[in-house]
């Protein structure tokens, strides 16, 4: 009966405190977007800036994707349990706003919050954010799972997961025609449907290659990267396969990049959804391969 009622308290502090955190996001807001400081206090209706919307609740989504595999040990008592539960939510909350402060700095260091978000309302805008805060919320729910609840393994494989995706991130220009920051500040929903689809392709690919027990560092290390690269030569040929299978034909055709910024109008959104299908499509079936092969067994102690 006792440990039935622990678990209620310990439900109950749960709720509170991912409340908490919720709460706490308001005013982290305003230091990730110090120009939209004076906004923290107005009343806000979301019918009117459907973008703003769509950015804060993505931030909300991230923390309970976080938060959804998180581990409760009443081994040790029902104290120890909640104040190791506190320090460990407090920590990865931390990390998730810095890696939003980092992954935005990469990717859109030449775009403002206020201008795009609250004047601008930029749809685009507010997905590619919606895209990059899932992401995030991912990789670090998959860091949390592969640290095993230890803050020093999760303070050590954080930074090399961010350096992993902010190197993906710049690697769009590669694998699409569309020019980033003109269509961006078009506000252009193809660019922000190729980019989403694009991201989580390689959120796939990087928490495929993250998920590996972690006996030493070293070589947890050396797997993770072996995989990536194994995934770098195995999607692009996924990505033709379905291209000449099915016939595919890119609108934008035999288009190069000058003319491709000539054109004002910007491309469809059906091309940017395929583009971004594809690149999520071609990811997955990367996975499958990469994902379940493994680079050795042999791990010496540290």
Not at 31 to 56: C, M, V
Not at 100 to 119: A, G, P, Q, R, T
Not at 139 to 155: C, E, G, M, N, P
């Amino acid at each position: 009966m006792n440990e039935l009622f622990d678990k209620l308290i310990i439900r109950a502090i749960f709720v509170a405190l991912i409340c908490a955190l919720i709460f706490a996001y308001k005013y982290a807001h305003s230091f990730l977007y110090p120009s939209s400081r004076l906004q923290l206090f107005k009343r806000f209706y979301p019918t009117q800036n459907p973008a703003q919307t769509l950015h804060l609740l993505a931030r909300i989504i991230g923390v309970g994707i976080i938060f959804s595999n998180f581990h409760i040990y009443m081994a040790n008592g029902i104290i120890v349990s909640i104040l190791d539960f506190f320090v460990k939510s407090i920590a990865t909350f931390f990390i998730y706003l810095a890696s939003i402060y980092i992954m935005e700095s990469i990717v859109l260091y030449n775009f403002d919050f206020s201008d795009e978000i609250l004047k601008r309302k930029n749809y685009a805008y507010a997905l590619i954010s919606f895209s990059m805060s899932i992401t995030l919320a991912i990789i670090i729910k998959t860091i949390a799972s592969v640290s095993r609840d230890s803050l020093i393994l999760l303070f050590f494989i954080w930074p090399f997961a961010i350096v992993i995706i902010g190197l993906a991130s710049k690697s769009y220009s590669l694998v699409s025609k569309l020019p980033f920051n003109r269509l961006l500040i078009q506000g252009n929903l193809a660019l922000a449907c190729s980019y989403s689809g694009f991201l989580w392709g390689w959120t796939l690919i990087i928490t495929s290659s993250l998920n590996n027990s972690v006996n030493n560092l070293y070589w947890y290390s050396v797997q993770v990267v072996l995989k990536i690269l194994l995934s770098i030569l195995i999607y692009p040929l996924f990505k033709l396969g379905l291209q000449k299978i099915y016939l595919m034909q890119d609108e934008l055709g035999d288009a190069n990049q000058a003319e491709i910024n000539r054109d004002l109008s910007g491309p469809s959104i059906g091309y940017g959804i395929y583009e971004g299908a594809l690149n999520l499509t071609a990811s997955f079936l990367t996975t499958i391969i990469a994902g379940q092969i493994d680079f050795g067994t042999f791990y010496p102690a540290f």
